[in-house]
Structures are given as structure tokens and as C-alpha cells.
């Protein structure tokens, strides 16, 4: 059966994967005492004609999809980097779901030296984001907005291997092909699900695409 209609196959996406998250979760409550599952959202496009890099009208709507998508999961978390543009990604996901956004590292704060500011490069995010994941309680769900400069060196600080010249990593792999952004899909829509077993010392990640494809 072929879907011609945009809105269609718009709603047709979304239904396919809500069903896809909605077996992640069933899943993840049957392993209650054994998983912390963390979906990794990079941000949208921004807008380049300001000096905030906030979301463009274009990213902003893929905000609203990234909530749509996750309306059905039980979020219990909600993090993003100190970047304006990923908490934008996430805030209509965490208000669905009557949580707070929770920046790491923190605007204003000091930290490795110095004073976290919007614009501060994003992979000084990696390790405050990965301590913060890594002391989630059991049962956790989390939803943590990245950036395209931090989001693989996350996954691989939480046992995410990382692939090599010997073992490469192939976009879609139980792996991260890189740590920087030097790899990372040209897309914007791009859904991670890693599911941490702490007892077992597993990790296992899957990846979507979650919503609607630029168009040129």
C-alpha cells in the first residue's frame, strides 16, 4: 500500500513508531529492576540570522513532533545541554509530561574554568550530562536534548562502544561511529533509545528517525 498523502504518511510515521516506543516501555517496566531506558534527541535547525543559535520556525516544529512522538512514554526525566537550542528541543516534551528541563552544566555556573554561557561549545557537556544519566535510579525514563558535538561521546561514556578502523561503526549499529560531530547524519531527525543494564552490565541502542525530512 503506498501513502501519497503527506499528512498521511506524516500520521502514519508517528503511529508506527508511538506503537515501536510503546513496546520499548512495556518492556522496560517487565525489567523494571534492571533498566534505565534515555532517549537522545538532537536539537532542529536553527536560526542563523540571530546570535542565540534558538530554533528556526522549522525547529521548533520538529520540537513539537520530538513531544507527539513521546506523548505515549513515561518520562520521569528531562535533561539537555546548557545550549538554548537543546532545551527548546525537549521543553514541549517535558510540559506534556509536567516536568522540568534540567540544564547540564548549569548557565552561569563555573565550570572547567570557566562561565557557561548559551554560545559555550557544546561538548563541554559531555561529562556533566554523562554523571547525571550514569546516577539515574533504576527504572528510570529519561529524555535528554543534545547536540551533534556531544551526543556519541555521551552514549560512549555509558558503555556504548565505540568503533574503530578494525570495527567500524555503521549509522544504525549497537555502536557510536565517532565521539565528535566529524560522522555525525546530516538529518534532524534522529531518535536514540539506549536501555542501560546496570546488573548485567549491557547496553543496547536503537535508532529511528522520528519525523518529517527537510525539505531542499
Known sequence: ???????????????????????????????NSDVVTIYFVRHGEIERTTGSASLSERGLERATDIAKTLERVNLTHVFSSHTLRSRQAVEQAAQSHELGVVELPRLGSMYDGQEIQNLT?????????????KDLPIGSTALVGVNSDNVFAIMHNLGVQLGDSINPCELGSNCVPCLRNTCFPAEFDNLWILRLNEQQG???????????????
Open 202 to 216: 549491557e547496553t543496547e541502542l536503537t535508532w529511528l528517525r522520528y519525523g518529517r525530512q527537510k525539505k531542499e
Open 121 to 133: 561549545p557544546s561538548v563541554i557537556a559531555v561529562q556533566p550530562l554523562s554523571k547525571a544519566l
Open 1 to 31: 500500500m503506498r501513502i501519497k498523502n503527506s499528512a498521511l504518511k506524516k500520521t502514519f510515521l508517528l503511529l508506527a513508531i508511538q506503537a515501536l516506543l510503546t513496546s520499548f516501555q512495556s518492556v522496560a517496566q517487565a525489567a
